[in-house]
Protein backbone atom coordinates (compact mmCIF):
# COMPACT_ATOMS: atom_id res chain seq x y z
CA UNK A 1 0.00 0.00 0.00
CA UNK A 2 2.84 2.23 0.68
CA UNK A 3 4.50 1.42 -2.82
CA UNK A 4 1.21 2.52 -4.46
CA UNK A 5 0.68 5.47 -2.33
CA UNK A 6 4.47 6.58 -3.37
CA UNK A 7 3.70 5.90 -7.05
CA UNK A 8 0.38 8.20 -7.19
CA UNK A 9 1.91 11.17 -5.37
CA UNK A 10 5.09 10.96 -7.84
CA UNK A 11 2.68 10.98 -10.64
CA UNK A 12 0.62 13.73 -9.08
CA UNK A 13 3.83 15.66 -8.62
CA UNK A 14 5.13 15.11 -12.62
CA UNK A 15 1.36 16.30 -13.50
CA UNK A 16 1.75 19.76 -11.44
CA UNK A 17 5.20 20.03 -13.12
CA UNK A 18 4.16 19.55 -16.55
CA UNK A 19 3.24 22.10 -19.10
CA UNK A 20 -0.10 22.94 -19.64
CA UNK A 21 -1.03 21.34 -15.90
CA UNK A 22 -0.44 24.94 -14.50
CA UNK A 23 -2.72 28.32 -15.40
CA UNK A 24 -2.03 28.78 -19.21
CA UNK A 25 0.99 31.40 -19.31
CA UNK A 26 0.28 32.41 -22.74
CA UNK A 27 -0.25 35.88 -23.39
CA UNK A 28 -3.91 36.83 -23.97
CA UNK A 29 -3.44 39.60 -25.91
CA UNK A 30 0.02 40.52 -28.20
CA UNK A 31 0.15 43.37 -30.31
CA UNK A 32 2.41 45.29 -32.48
CA UNK A 33 2.87 48.97 -31.97
CA UNK A 34 4.28 51.43 -34.38
CA UNK A 35 5.13 54.58 -34.96
CA UNK A 36 6.16 56.57 -38.29
CA UNK A 37 6.39 59.89 -39.75
CA UNK A 38 2.91 60.15 -42.58
CA UNK A 39 5.75 59.58 -45.48
CA UNK A 40 6.90 56.12 -43.69
CA UNK A 41 10.26 57.17 -42.14
CA UNK A 42 11.63 56.90 -39.02
CA UNK A 43 9.38 53.51 -38.39
CA UNK A 44 9.99 52.52 -34.10
CA UNK A 45 7.86 49.95 -33.15
CA UNK A 46 7.72 47.71 -30.32
CA UNK A 47 5.59 44.14 -29.08
CA UNK A 48 3.14 44.42 -26.36
CA UNK A 49 1.57 41.19 -24.91
CA UNK A 50 -0.71 41.72 -21.58
CA UNK A 51 -2.22 38.81 -18.87
CA UNK A 52 1.06 38.34 -18.45
CA UNK A 53 2.41 41.53 -18.95
CA UNK A 54 5.42 41.82 -21.24
CA UNK A 55 7.30 42.11 -25.18
CA UNK A 56 9.82 44.99 -25.89
CA UNK A 57 7.64 47.40 -24.98
CA UNK A 58 9.69 49.88 -21.85
CA UNK A 59 6.62 50.08 -19.60
CA UNK A 60 4.70 47.01 -20.29
CA UNK A 61 2.61 46.99 -17.02
CA UNK A 62 1.46 50.75 -17.63
CA UNK A 63 0.70 50.04 -21.28
CA UNK A 64 -1.52 46.93 -20.54
CA UNK A 65 -3.22 48.59 -17.38
CA UNK A 66 -4.10 51.91 -19.56
CA UNK A 67 -5.37 48.88 -21.91
CA UNK A 68 -7.24 47.44 -19.51
CA UNK A 69 -8.97 50.36 -18.87
CA UNK A 70 -10.80 51.10 -21.92
CA UNK A 71 -10.92 46.86 -22.91
CA UNK A 72 -8.62 47.13 -25.24
CA UNK A 73 -10.20 50.05 -27.41
CA UNK A 74 -7.57 52.02 -27.92
CA UNK A 75 -10.16 54.29 -30.00
CA UNK A 76 -11.83 55.25 -26.42
CA UNK A 77 -8.34 56.41 -24.83
CA UNK A 78 -9.13 60.17 -24.46
CA UNK A 79 -6.45 63.57 -24.28
CA UNK A 80 -5.56 64.02 -20.72
CA UNK A 81 -7.24 67.22 -19.74
CA UNK A 82 -4.52 69.97 -19.04
CA UNK A 83 -2.10 68.96 -21.12
CA UNK A 84 -0.57 71.84 -22.69
CA UNK A 85 1.40 70.90 -26.55
CA UNK A 86 2.71 73.72 -28.89
CA UNK A 87 1.54 73.79 -32.44
CA UNK A 88 4.06 72.66 -33.72
CA UNK A 89 3.72 70.21 -36.69
CA UNK A 90 5.92 67.34 -36.49
CA UNK A 91 3.09 64.14 -37.62
CA UNK A 92 3.09 61.12 -36.45
CA UNK A 93 1.58 58.37 -37.75
CA UNK A 94 0.55 55.54 -34.84
CA UNK A 95 -0.53 51.87 -35.71
CA UNK A 96 -1.63 48.86 -33.36
CA UNK A 97 -2.10 45.64 -34.47
CA UNK A 98 -2.77 42.08 -33.19
CA UNK A 99 -5.18 40.57 -30.61
CA UNK A 100 -7.30 41.44 -27.44
CA UNK A 101 -8.11 38.38 -24.70
CA UNK A 102 -7.79 36.13 -27.51
CA UNK A 103 -11.16 36.91 -28.97
CA UNK A 104 -10.98 40.70 -30.45
CA UNK A 105 -8.56 41.00 -33.64
CA UNK A 106 -7.87 44.92 -34.24
CA UNK A 107 -5.72 47.31 -36.49
CA UNK A 108 -6.28 51.06 -35.50
CA UNK A 109 -3.99 53.89 -37.18
CA UNK A 110 -4.04 57.16 -36.31
CA UNK A 111 -2.09 60.64 -37.16
CA UNK A 112 -1.53 62.70 -34.86
CA UNK A 113 -0.38 66.89 -35.41
CA UNK A 114 3.31 66.07 -32.84
CA UNK A 115 4.53 64.00 -30.30
CA UNK A 116 2.83 65.56 -27.94
CA UNK A 117 -0.58 65.49 -29.07
CA UNK A 118 0.10 61.46 -29.58
CA UNK A 119 1.14 61.28 -25.82
CA UNK A 120 -1.63 63.17 -24.77
CA UNK A 121 -3.99 61.08 -25.62
CA UNK A 122 -2.27 57.77 -25.70
CA UNK A 123 -0.46 58.32 -22.54
CA UNK A 124 2.10 55.18 -22.02
CA UNK A 125 1.14 53.11 -24.90
CA UNK A 126 3.32 54.76 -27.99
CA UNK A 127 5.87 56.57 -25.37
CA UNK A 128 8.78 54.32 -26.90
CA UNK A 129 8.86 56.45 -29.92
CA UNK A 130 10.83 59.57 -29.94
Excluded at 27 to 41: A, C, F, I, Q, Y
Excluded at 92 to 109: C, N, P
Amino acid sequence: MKAITMVALGAALLLAAAPGATADSTPKSEMTLTVTRPDGSNPQSVTLTCDPDGGTHPSPREACDLLRSVDGEIGLLRRSPGTACTREYAPRLASARGVWRRTKQFAVTRTYSNRCEMLATTGVLFEFAR
